[in-house]
């Protein structure tokens, strides 16, 4: 199983990115997949998860701001994030739970003017 996110960048405050996370290899059925992300010197945290029915659960600093989505035909996962904050500077991580759990590699997003 191998997970590839893209779609990280830099971008100014205020600004919008969308990350993109696909799944391929022999996963099975999906269950959840969800976003993460880690800044220097913190702690991953999760920013949001979206569920096999589609439901979905946000982090209460990106909540209004960032949109979770998946297309399950691709087994794919994207994060559309809006008015970037600089403290939103972080690596984003995809998972992917599947019975077990899959990471992706990690995307760098960075929001500076």
């Known amino acids: 199983v191998q997970l590839q996110a893209s779609g990280g960048g830099l971008v100014q405050p205020g600004g919008s990115l969308r990350l993109s996370c696909a799944a391929s290899?022999?996963?099975?059925?999906?269950?959840?997949m969800a976003w993460y992300r880690q800044a220097p010197g913190k702690l991953r945290d999760l920013v949001a998860v979206?569920?096999?029915?589609?439901?979905?659960n946000y982090d209460d600093s990106v909540k209004g701001r960032f949109t979770i989505s998946r297309d399950s035909a691709k087994n794919t996962v994207y994060l559309q994030m809006n008015s970037l904050k600089p403290e939103d500077t972080a690596v984003y991580y995809c998972?992917?739970?599947?019975?077990?759990?899959?990471w992706g590699q990690g995307t760098q997003v960075t929001v500076s003017s």
């Open positions: 998972l992917v739970a599947a019975g077990l759990g899959y």
């Open positions: 290899g022999s996963i099975g059925s999906i269950n959840r």
């Open positions: 979206i569920t096999s029915g589609g439901s979905t």
